[in-house]
């Protein structure tokens, strides 16, 4: 029987996080930093293998930190349970003015090796450059043409239903932009919902971003995003789906 790889929690989780999510909104994001820290648990046919070695639940951070320029810069990381189970990092760099992603990052460390890729959007060239570093230390680079919209990845997207919760009371069709190619999305807001969160029952909105119709083989995962209904708009949860596994994080502490 071949041995699973090594570094298939994290590969798993970076399939996850790797679409890129476009709203219609140009509203910025809120203005003073934020911190949510998360319980989180890999579900799935795929979990129960990574499983046999390696971790598939754990601690996450989501961070949102205002920067020069109007910018915000959104950083997600999750870690094992343990000091030596490595981590996962995607981080995203948003001009507020334009609700575009400047910069989109995802990366993994285990066991002494890591790999990343980063891609940095240039709006006025319509060009996407992108770097990605391997385990061996292998550096590719490579710059491919974006269409003339604007692209958004996943933090962003998160960021915008949150910012948008209040007024969106119908379906949107976007699109994610995922490895240079564009996918058609629709995010929806399902309804009220309710959530245990330290022991109490509190009410919350469910929001989503799945395929478009007919499209569900090109893309099949999504995004749900369960928000407090205050003016904060917390993400008490946070589910990230794919064909045979969905991460969920679970909301342990909001700063």
Same mark, same amino acid.
């Given at each position: 029987?071949?041995?699973?790889?090594?570094?298939?929690?994290?590969?798993?989780?970076?399939?996850?996080?790797?679409?890129?999510?476009?709203?219609?909104?140009?509203?910025?994001?809120?203005?003073?930093?934020?911190?949510?820290?998360?319980?989180?648990?890999?579900?799935?046919?795929?979990?129960?293998?990574?499983?046999?070695?390696?971790?598939?639940?754990?601690?996450?951070?989501?961070?949102?930190?205002?920067?020069?320029?109007?910018?915000?810069?959104?950083?997600?990381?999750?870690?094992?349970?343990?000091?030596?189970?490595?981590?996962?990092?995607?981080?995203?760099?948003?001009?507020?003015?334009?609700?575009?992603?400047?910069?989109?990052?995802?990366?993994?460390?285990?066991?002494?090796?890591?790999?990343?890729?980063?891609?940095?959007?240039?709006?006025?060239?319509?060009?996407?450059?992108?770097?990605?570093?391997?385990?061996?230390?292998?550096?590719?680079?490579? &710059? #491919?043409?974006?269409?003339?919209?604007?692209? /958004?990845? %996943?933090?962003?997207? =998160?960021?915008?239903? @949150?910012?948008? *919760?209040?007024?969106?009371?119908?379906?949107?069709?976007?699109?994610?932009?995922?490895?240079?190619?564009?996918?058609?999305?629709?995010?929806?807001?399902?309804?009220?919902?309710?959530?245990?969160?330290?022991?109490?029952?509190?009410?919350?909105?469910?929001?989503?971003?799945?395929?478009?119709?007919?499209?569900?083989?090109?893309?099949?995962?999504? &995004? #749900?995003?369960?928000?407090?209904?205050?003016? /904060?708009? %917390?993400?008490?949860? =946070?589910?990230?789906? @794919?064909?045979? *596994?969905?991460?969920?994080?679970?909301?342990?502490?909001?700063?």
């Amino acid at each position: 029987m071949t041995r699973p790889s090594r570094l298939v929690p994290f590969i798993l989780v970076a399939a996850l996080l790797a679409p890129a999510a476009h709203l219609l909104s140009a509203e910025g994001p809120a203005v003073r930093p934020e911190e949510f820290r998360y319980s989180w648990r890999l579900r799935g046919i795929l979990s129960w293998f990574a499983g046999l070695r390696f971790p598939v639940s754990g601690t996450g951070a989501l961070k949102n930190s205002p920067a020069a320029g109007n910018r915000l810069e959104s950083e997600l990381v999750i870690r094992g349970k343990t000091r030596g189970d490595g981590q996962y990092v995607y981080r995203s760099e948003i001009d507020r003015d334009r609700a575009t992603t400047l910069m989109t990052y995802h990366g993994y460390e285990w066991e002494g090796r890591r790999r990343s890729e980063q891609t940095r959007f240039d709006y006025a060239d319509r060009t996407a450059s992108t770097r990605k570093e391997r385990e061996e230390g292998k550096v590719e680079t490579k &710059v #491919r043409d974006i269409p003339a919209r604007e692209m /958004r990845d %996943v933090l962003t997207g =998160i960021h915008f239903l @949150r910012r948008n *919760a209040g007024t969106f009371d119908r379906s949107v069709t976007s699109e994610i932009y995922s490895d240079g190619s564009i996918y058609p999305v629709v995010f929806r807001r399902i309804g009220a919902r309710t959530i245990t969160f330290q022991g109490a029952e509190l009410p919350a909105t469910l929001f989503e971003i799945t395929a478009a119709p007919g499209d569900q083989e090109r893309w099949p995962g999504g &995004v #749900r995003v369960w928000l407090s209904p205050d003016e /904060r708009r %917390v993400p008490y949860r =946070i589910e990230i789906q @794919r064909s045979l *596994a969905s991460l969920r994080l679970e909301l342990e502490s909001a700063h």
